[in-house]
T-cell receptor, first 113, second 113 residues
Framework: LAKTTQPISMDSYEGQEVNITCSHN???????ITWYQQFPSQGPRFIIQ???TKVTNEVASLFIPADRKSSTLSLPRVSLSDTAVYYC??????????????FGTGTRLLVSP | DGGITQSPKYLFRKEGQNVTLSCEQN?????MYWYRQDPGQGLRLIYY???????QKGDIAEGYSVSREKKESFPLTVTSAQKNPTAFYLC????????????FGEGSRLTVL
């Protein structure tokens, strides 16, 4: 299983762009990279998923370099409501399903006024 | 709206008692999962089921039991054999394989008195 490493915590201010980087040096060929957001006392919520290059949706962008050994979640112009824990997960969801995905401790993002 | 419903949201139990947490989904997903989350920690997989009438142990199945008699339902019983049951329990569902996301419920917080 691909192990991921991400910062324990990050601080930012409203209106800034936040980039959270996740390291996954032993990512396998069939692995996808997925990011989730979790607020206190709630279930995680899917943010974005990618395999290579760049993926963008209405809330975030995911940058994946050619070697795929890391990925960066980019949150544009954060607000106080973006204060949450962000999880980076790597796994072969296409062939083995979702049960192999590992939720580590994530990155605790604190957005201040 | 489609989604996952967990109940109860809060539950108190005396030591030595079994308790069952409910999880229902109307997303027509084949796969369902139970996770446990302790304060400041990530999610740990308890049990998962990829199809009706079949389920598999996750990483921390001891002291827990599940059933999957219907596609929509995946109840979790926390038995008296679980040594430290106080935690936040999360249910999720997904397609069996493929890209995409795990859909989570709002969670059930169990406190053993």
């Amino acid at each position: 299983l691909a192990k991921t490493t991400q910062p324990i915590s990050m601080d930012s201010y409203e209106g800034q762009e936040v980039n959270i980087t996740c390291s996954h040096n032993n990512i396998a060929t069939n692995d996808y990279i997925t990011w989730y957001q979790q607020f206190p006392s709630q279930g995680p919520r899917f943010i974005i998923q990618g395999y290579k290059t760049k993926v963008t949706n209405e809330v975030a962008s995911l940058f994946i370099p050619a070697d795929r050994k890391s990925s960066t979640l980019s949150l544009p112009r954060v607000s106080l409501s973006d204060t949450a824990v962000y999880y980076c997960l790597v796994g072969d969801v296409v062939n083995t399903g979702f049960q192999k995905l590992v939720f580590g401790t994530g990155t605790r993002l604190l957005v201040s006024p | 709206d489609g989604g996952i419903t967990q109940s109860p949201k809060y539950l108190f139990r005396k030591e030595g008692q079994n308790v069952t947490l409910s999880c229902e989904q109307n997303l027509n997903h084949d796969a369902m999962y139970w996770y446990r989350q302790d304060p400041g920690q990530g999610l740990r997989l308890i049990y998962y089921s990829q199809i009706v009438n079949d389920f598999q142990k996750g990483d921390i199945a001891e002291g827990y039991s599940v059933s999957r008699e219907k596609k929509e339902s995946f109840p979790l019983t926390v038995t008296s054999a679980q040594k430290n049951p106080t935690a936040f329990y999360l249910c999720a569902s997904s397609t069996r394989r493929g890209t995409g996301e795990l859909f989570f419920g709002e969670g059930s917080r169990l406190t053993v008195l």
